[in-house]
């Protein structure tokens, strides 16, 4: 009982969601009611016409007996051979006497008619002949029921035959029919978030069309209202920037005049402060332009040569704390061998950047950190792996978050790193992937970011 009542719940559930469901259901019932009252129409037609065209066989005995004074006497078996369906024989016999082989009364009125002989239903063509006799022809009705109903059967049969193609080319139809509707939903779903574009109506039915525009209209309203959230951020950014270099300038001064050693101990947290909210504003306006899908120039460039730029950036930093960072790029590959990408320089120079600032900032003193470059099957994947606490795979989505950072590290940071190599990845459209170094504490972090050549 349960399982019946889940079922029609689903289709309940089903029929009211899809609308390609119902328009195959509804007209595969208006099919169906169509071709039963069909039916039912083309049985009776065919029963009809099949006795009236056994009717007229009666009558045509009857005139052929009467036309060609053929004598009313019972066949001998020996020369006609045997009946192969005695039921379906015809009786030709003459009314008024006992000798035909049905006690039939003398009375019958002249015509077609219905009699019934021990109980058996006969259908007769009772006439009068020249002679002056009353010739009386009948078969049996049940025999000519079959007849009949054999005919109606044939005649319904292909009916019966072509409904299941039909109601099968109609699905198939509605199914052709709203595919641009799923390939338009498949296509909005394989979006990144930040891709707002207009959704393309050219391929679509003129019924959609609106729906489709309404939409449009949407996401160009979510549109502004991100690049205004954007040219706030950057905006703001800009703005602080210049007071915060003053600020920097000044403690800098500050610090190259004779103080008291309370004075110079309480001056350091300043300037470190002061550090990072410039870190910060950097990330920031970063951040801004890495979630920008406005028009961006695209250059054909070597990851290897980009690698080599940065690390010649990097490598202060983690000497400082004496962390050793293994290349397996071949930073010095030949045209052949390079791994070679299509895209903004800035957007590929600021993702190998934060990832090896992260890797840098996270992995203790003394720690190593490897960094790899692959090309093939049309896929650039650059490696990062340090030795670092790692993170958890609760928190793998959540770190890609802006400004979310993993309770209990005390390193200095925003929190927008892996949020800006997220999203230039997305812009890119490839994907990134984080994973353990190691199998054992400290699980350390390994992130892949694959790129489409």
Same mark, same amino acid.
């Given at each position: 009982?349960?399982?019946?009542?889940?079922?029609?719940?689903?289709?309940?559930?089903?029929?009211?969601?899809?609308?390609?469901?119902?328009?195959?259901?509804?007209?595969?019932?208006?099919?169906?009611?169509?071709?039963?009252?069909?039916?039912?129409?083309?049985?009776?037609?065919?029963?009809?016409?099949?006795?009236?065209?056994?009717?007229?066989?009666?009558?045509?005995?009857?005139?052929?007996?009467?036309?060609?004074?053929?004598?009313?006497?019972?066949?001998?078996?020996?020369?006609?051979?045997?009946?192969?369906?005695?039921?379906?024989?015809?009786?030709?016999?003459?009314?008024?006497?006992?000798?035909?082989?049905?006690?039939?009364?003398?009375?019958?009125?002249?015509?077609?008619?219905?009699?019934?002989?021990?109980?058996?239903?006969?259908?007769?063509?009772?006439?009068?002949?020249?002679?002056?006799?009353?010739?009386?022809?009948?078969?049996?009705?049940?025999?000519?029921?079959?007849?009949?109903?054999?005919?109606?059967?044939?005649?319904?049969?292909?009916?019966?035959?072509?409904?299941?193609?039909?109601?099968?080319?109609?699905?198939?139809?509605?199914?052709?029919?709203?595919?641009?509707?799923?390939?338009?939903?498949?296509?909005?779903?394989?979006?990144?978030?930040?891709?707002?574009?207009?959704?393309?109506?050219?391929?679509?039915?003129?019924?959609?069309?609106?729906?489709?525009?309404?939409?449009?209209?949407?996401?160009?309203?979510?549109?502004?209202?991100?690049?205004?959230?954007?040219?706030?951020?950057?905006?703001?950014?800009?703005? +602080? $920037?210049?007071? *915060? /270099?003053?600020?920097?300038?000044?403690? #800098?001064? !500050?610090?190259?005049?004779?103080? =008291?050693?309370?004075?110079?101990?309480?001056?350091?947290? +300043? $300037?470190?402060? *002061? /550090?990072?909210?410039?870190?910060?504003? #950097?990330? !920031?306006?970063?951040?801004?332009? =890495?979630?920008?899908?406005?028009?961006?120039?695209?250059?054909?460039?070597?990851?290897?040569?980009?690698?080599?730029?940065?690390? #010649?950036?990097?490598?202060?930093?983690?000497?400082?704390?004496?962390?050793?960072?293994?290349?397996?790029?071949?930073?010095?590959?030949?045209?052949?061998?390079?791994?070679?990408?299509?895209?903004?320089?800035?957007?590929?120079?600021?993702?190998?950047?934060?990832?090896?600032?992260?890797?840098?900032?996270?992995?203790?003193?003394?720690?190593?950190?490897?960094?790899?470059?692959?090309?093939?099957?049309?896929?650039?994947?650059?490696?990062?792996?340090?030795?670092?606490?790692?993170?958890?795979?609760?928190?793998?989505?959540?770190?890609?978050?802006?400004?979310?950072?993993?309770?209990?590290?005390?390193?200095?940071?925003?929190?927008?790193?892996?949020?800006?190599?997220?999203?230039?990845?997305?812009?890119?459209?490839?994907?990134?992937?984080?994973?353990?170094?190691?199998?054992?504490?400290?699980?350390?972090?390994?992130?892949?970011?694959?790129?489409?050549?």
């Amino acid at each position: 009982m349960d399982g019946s009542k889940a079922k029609r719940q689903y289709v309940t559930e089903k029929l009211n969601r899809s609308l390609q469901f119902r328009l195959s259901l509804w007209l595969s019932l208006i099919i169906l009611v169509i071709a039963m009252v069909a039916g039912v129409i083309s049985f009776i037609s065919a029963f009809s016409e099949a006795n009236d065209l056994q009717d007229d066989q009666l009558r045509q005995i009857a005139a052929m007996i009467d036309g060609s004074d053929l004598p009313l006497v019972t066949p001998d078996p020996r020369s006609v051979g045997p009946i192969k369906d005695s039921e379906s024989q015809v009786i030709v016999q003459t009314l008024g006497n006992n000798t035909g082989p049905l006690a039939l009364p003398a009375n019958l009125p002249d015509g077609i008619q219905t009699v019934t002989v021990h109980e058996i239903p006969w259908r007769m063509f009772v006439r009068t002949v020249r002679s002056g006799q009353r010739l009386a022809v009948g078969q049996r009705t049940e025999v000519r029921d079959e007849v009949a109903r054999d005919g109606g059967l044939r005649t319904v049969m292909p009916l019966v035959v072509l409904i299941p193609l039909l109601i099968g080319l109609v699905s198939l139809l509605v199914r052709r029919m709203l595919r641009p509707i799923s390939r338009l939903s498949q296509e909005v779903d394989q979006r990144d978030d930040h891709d707002i574009r207009p959704l393309d109506d050219q391929h679509v039915p003129d019924e959609i069309r609106p729906l489709i525009a309404s939409i449009n209209r949407l996401l160009r309203r979510v549109a502004d209202v991100m690049d205004a959230q954007r040219r706030f951020l950057a905006d703001a950014a800009h703005e +602080l $920037r210049s007071p *915060l /270099t003053a600020l920097s300038l000044q403690a #800098e001064n !500050l610090a190259a005049t004779e103080l =008291s050693p309370l004075s110079k101990a309480r001056l350091q947290p +300043l $300037r470190e402060g *002061l /550090t990072r909210a410039k870190t910060l504003l #950097e990330q !920031l306006l970063t951040l801004a332009r =890495s979630q920008n899908t406005g028009y961006s120039h695209t250059t054909t460039l070597s990851v290897q040569k980009v690698l080599r730029r940065i690390m #010649e950036d990097t490598l202060p930093l983690a000497e400082a704390k004496k962390i050793d960072i293994g290349v397996d790029a071949d930073t010095d590959a030949k045209a052949d061998s390079e791994a070679i990408l299509v895209a903004p320089e800035v957007d590929v120079i600021t993702l190998i950047r934060n990832l090896l600032d992260n890797a840098i900032r996270y992995t203790p003193i003394g720690g190593t950190i490897n960094v790899r470059v692959r090309t093939g099957n049309s896929v650039v994947t650059i490696e990062v792996e340090d030795t670092g606490p790692g993170i958890s795979v609760a928190e793998r989505e959540r770190v890609f978050d802006p400004f979310y950072r993993i309770l209990g590290n005390d390193e200095d940071g925003s929190g927008l790193g892996l949020s800006i190599v997220k999203s230039i990845v997305m812009r890119l459209q490839g994907t990134v992937e984080l994973r353990n170094a190691s199998s054992h504490p400290p699980f350390g972090l390994k992130v892949i970011i694959r790129l489409p050549v």
